[in-house]
């Protein structure tokens, strides 16, 4: 990969093409079974529920009708033993039903075999056959499936990323009137435009991180923020605040730790703040942006672009795309520099923690590794968690020194004892790479509520977890769903993890032959 490619890599990732609410077939709607039964698919990949409904038969009519070849009541009984609407709830007989009615070329069994095989419903997981179904559908007109085709385009996992052929599927099923395909049409537009300006960029190396093959997929689109800043000069700090909440994209409130979109504006500033510290404190690099967008403008939190700097370094560490961005902005700005060299020389934990950071990206010879570390320490001196953490990182690491587990772990508690969530994540993610016993890792439970909280971290663990079966029982589809929705993120480690999963099942086809780009 070149140096133009792998820059707007790292920093554009790919568009948010998969969400629960967009990915539901405008034919489910309110008057689906299983909307009403409130099924709750695997957000990337939903079921397409026919406007054709048996609900008038008795059970034991659609029975007959589907023994006797009929593909529609065939895929109408899948999804009754799915939902369990009428019989009893069975995956294995909603997957045989599936494929009676896909043998029989009706698109729409096609498209829901498809993700069926993507979720691992009732079968094994194989995003390849997934591909293969789905497309079978787009083929023949099915505008969810056409959608979903051009998905899969956009993702480099399953076929070669190509913007062109995704755009091509998009637009069939735009112009069905199909909601979900105009949005991503005006993303994907958005995204091929922005790699035509990196790819016009004259100074190539000015990332202050080193891009990630291969990476794909992320929901962290912060164009609001800026869009919102903007409106500083004639609106309150408080109004902004809130407006920048409002203006987050659905997709991406979980990130931040947000849920429940309908109630946010009856959350008081206070509640708000509370809820993003506590995802910042997690692990959640879209909640460190955040913050430090809010604290660079000076929006509820104190202006400060040291604190501002800190926040996205953490960021940075969480692999957020977009926090080498801000970082990159402060440091073109002689003020910044010279308040940081200020505060430094005045000892201040944060400012020494920002510099040291900073240095480190640069430290190449002994001597700079040296004072990047003095430094640091300096920092950690004031238990300052960000340099406890960095510091654990760097001796289990044995990056700029000598490698030393126990130190590492040492630092590692010293933050958790200080509250931090990230730390005690960390912490277990080092010691499933010593493979510790399950006693040593957080509950299920402990990740479940993480997560939620906003974590990426958690997310990595319990993609482990379910593609080893250590401690919880093994499950390929689920360690796919965490991994996904960790790479959405921006998180290489995920996307490794996701692409290995899918190169474990790759066919010897040359449609599913990936280059590197």
């Given amino acids: 990969m070149n140096n133009k490619h792998s820059r707007y890599t790292k920093s554009l990732i790919i568009i948010l093409l998969l969400t629960t609410s967009t990915l539901f077939p405008q034919s489910a709607g309110k008057e689906s079974l299983a909307f009403k039964k409130k099924l709750n698919p695997f957000a990337f990949y939903p079921l397409y529920i026919p406007e054709y409904s048996y609900q008038f038969l008795e059970s034991f009519s659609l029975v007959q009708k589907a023994n006797h070849g009929d593909p529609s009541a065939q895929l109408e009984l899948s999804i009754r033993f799915l939902t369990g609407d009428g019989f009893d709830t069975d995956t294995l007989k909603a997957v045989y039903w599936m494929k009676k009615s896909a043998a029989q070329e009706l698109p729409s069994a096609k498209y829901n075999l498809g993700i069926f095989t993507m979720n691992g419903w009732?079968?094994?997981?194989?995003?390849?056959?997934?591909y293969s179904l789905i497309k079978s559908a787009a083929n023949n007109g099915m505008v969810e499936a056409e959608y979903l085709t051009g998905v899969f385009f956009t993702e480099n996992l399953t076929v070669q990323r190509n913007y062109d052929s995704a755009g091509f599927w998009f637009k069939k099923a735009d112009a069905k009137s199909f909601k979900p395909a105009k949005e991503a049409l005006t993303r994907l537009e958005k995204m091929v435009e922005l790699k035509k300006q990196y790819d016009q960029a004259t100074n190539p190396d000015a990332p202050i991180t080193k891009p990630q093959k291969n990476q794909s997929i992320t929901n962290a689109d912060?164009?609001?923020?800026?869009?919102?800043?903007k409106k500083k000069a004639k609106e309150s700090d408080t109004s902004i605040f809130r407006q920048l909440i409002i203006t987050t994209p659905a997709d991406m409130k979980p990130s931040l730790g947000l849920t429940g979109s309908d109630s946010l504006l009856e959350f008081s500033i206070d509640t708000i703040i509370t809820i993003i510290k506590r995802a910042a404190n997690a692990g959640s690099p879209e909640a460190n942006v955040f913050i430090g967008r809010c604290c660079e403008a000076g929006i509820v939190y104190n202006k400060s672009v040291i604190t501002a700097a800190a926040y996205y370094i953490l960021a940075l560490h969480l692999e957020s795309p977009y926090a080498g961005y801000y970082i990159n902005k402060l440091i073109s700005d002689p003020s910044f520099n010279a308040l940081l060299n200020k505060e430094t020389a005045k000892k201040h934990a944060e400012a020494l923690y920002v510099y040291s950071s900073l240095q480190a990206l640069n430290a190449d010879g002994q001597e700079q590794r040296n004072f990047f570390l003095n430094t640091l320490r300096e920092s950690e001196k004031s238990k300052y968690i960000p340099a406890i953490i960095e510091l654990a990182e760097i001796y289990f690491r044995g990056k700029y020194t000598a490698k030393d587990s126990a130190k590492a772990f040492y630092y590692w508690a010293e933050a958790e004892k200080l509250g931090s969530k990230e730390a005690m994540l960390s912490k277990a993610i080092a010691s499933m790479l010593l493979n510790a016993s399950c006693d040593k890792l957080p509950s299920q439970t402990q990740l479940t509520d993480l997560t939620a909280e906003g974590s990426v971290l958690s997310l990595l663990i319990?993609?482990?977890?379910?593609?080893?079966?250590?401690?919880?029982?093994?499950?390929?589809?689920k360690a796919v769903e965490c991994y996904r929705k960790a790479a959405f993120?921006?998180?290489s480690t995920a996307f490794s993890s996701l692409k290995r999963l899918y190169d474990e099942l790759r066919p010897f086809k040359a449609e599913f032959t990936l280059t590197e780009e």
């Fill in 122 to 130: 009732g079968c094994d997981w194989n995003p390849f056959e997934a």
């Fill in 462 to 477: 319990q993609g482990y977890l379910f593609e080893s079966g250590k401690c919880i029982p093994q499950n390929k589809s």
């Fill in 222 to 229: 912060l164009d609001f923020i800026n869009e919102s800043l």
């Fill in 489 to 491: 993120r921006g998180n």
